[in-house]
């Protein structure tokens, strides 16, 4: 067993769950290769925890990992969405909830399904088994004008229209089949001077590509909504974030959840009774990495936690 991702922000979620009593239920909602799940397990030796990831292959990884927690731990192959949409309502309900965001560096490394531009790898980009599209069906299939808004409204790339008819003008001869092959067109695309920049040119366009294989914003709302709702009044809803994008929804969402108030802006007066506080909000601001650990492991300088506490109702 190789593991090969960072776990970011580790203590500081290890701290912000701690358990308020003995024996706690919590859920990581995307597993990985389990390096928050171990960190859990380890820091409180009584807590029971519930792994899911929709990636069988990475799952079975955390499995290995997380093997000398045997009995306190269960593993669930799904998408966290589903997973809290189908939640019985009879089942123990959970008093701690981690997401991190972030996509595992091993789909980068040894996946095989073209996340990173630079291998040379089949244009997969799928995250778990079932589903609709693959990358390789976007760029080959999807017409320019689409593909161009994928770029722009996933990836907030400024020559998304440049790429996507470069890429529309290049399978006209050829099928796109591999990522590097990807990645060699977008850097042709965009001007030379972009083409030298802090990033590689193409990973805005990667990235677009996989939110929207993978659905990963339009998952999001619905999961934290059923998450919260499942979640025992006092718990704890941790969420790491990576993009502005996913970080945006998180923080509207809290936020909503957080007004006491919920009539329109534009009534004349309360008619709500002004109690309908859902969550209190734990971090006023987004924790963010330290310096040593960006020094350590730099793609975590992106990342922000956000965490907030289920209202108890007397």
Known sequence: MEIVHYSVLKNEVVSFLKPDRPGELFV????????????????????????LDTD????????????????????CNTWF?????NYPADMRRPDKILFDLGISTYHYEKSGRGFSFRKDEPLSMQLGS???????DMVNNYPADKLADI??????????????????????????????????????????????????????TFQALRIAVNGELARLPKALGKALEV??????????????????????????????????????RCVCGGNNRVVDILTKKPVCPSEQEVGENSPSRSAKLRVVRKVVRS
Do not use: W
């Open 151 to 204: 770029i722009y409204d996933f990836g907030e790339e400024r020559y998304s229209r440049r790429i996507a008819r470069a890429i529309e003008e290049y399978r006209e001869n050829k099928t796109i089949e591999t990522s590097a092959e990807l990645a060699e067109i977008i850097y042709k695309a965009v001007p030379e001077v972009y083409r030298y920049g802090k990033i590689h040119p193409a990973t805005r």
């Open 56 to 75: 069988a292959g990475i799952l079975g990884i955390a499995q290995q990992r997380l093997e000398p927690f045997h009995g306190r731990v269960s593993f």
């Open 130 to 136: 079932g589903m609709e599209v693959s990358a390789g």
């Open 28 to 51: 990581d909602c995307t597993t990985g290769e389990g390096g928050h799940s171990e960190a859990l397990l380890s820091a409180y030796p009584d807590i029971e925890l519930t792994c």
């Open 231 to 268: 979640l025992n009044p006092g718990g704890v809803i941790a969420v790491i974030t990576f993009h502005s994008l996913e970080d945006r929804i998180v923080k509207q969402f809290f936020k909503e959840k957080n007004r006491n108030c919920i009539c329109p802006d534009n009534a004349p």
């Open 81 to 85: 969405n589903n997973y809290f949409e």
